[in-house]
């Protein structure tokens, strides 16, 4: 008899995906320290999400990309913060593997009220969007000490 899996990965499944066709793999963020470094590096906020973003260090372990998600109380109750976060998690399978960078951190934040009621597609749009001013150039309001 075979056990059901207890752990669910970002890592995508199924034939048609994104990160088949393009041979990036999206890993999960599990550490305590690693959602913290992301918190101290760059951010981006959009209407639907927040997304902090950080380069790996050359002397950190594992490649490609590595998603984590955060949704608090603020967001709802249970049920809610569950949708929220199977939301961002969808977003994450279908445009990292395109967009994101390899050796790159990501973290999306879940908003109260906007995450969960705004349309996929905006939340798609938002995260484009968010991505390509974090791998642009830097400006002030995003150095932030370390």
């Given at each position: ?49 927040l997304l902090q973003a950080r ?92």
């Amino acid at each position: 008899m075979t056990r059901p899996a207890t752990c669910r990965t970002l890592e995508t499944t199924g034939s048609g995906s994104a990160a088949r066709a393009s041979g990036r793999s999206i890993a999960p963020l599990r550490r305590r320290a690693d959602f913290l470094r992301a918190a101290r590096a760059r951010r981006q906020g959009t209407p639907g999400f927040l997304l902090q973003a950080r380069r790996r260090d050359a002397d950190e372990p594992g490649e490609g990309i590595r998603v984590g998600l955060t949704c608090s109380k603020k967001i709802g109750n249970a049920v809610t913060r569950n949708r929220c976060k199977r939301r961002l998690r969808a977003l994450a399978r279908e445009i990292l593997p395109e967009a994101g960078h390899p050796g790159w951190d990501y973290v999306l934040v879940g908003r109260p009220g906007a995450t969960v009621t705004r349309d996929f597609a905006a939340l798609r749009a938002d995260l484009l969007r968010a991505l390509e001013a974090v791998h642009g150039p830097r400006q002030k309001s995003q150095d932030r000490p370390q």
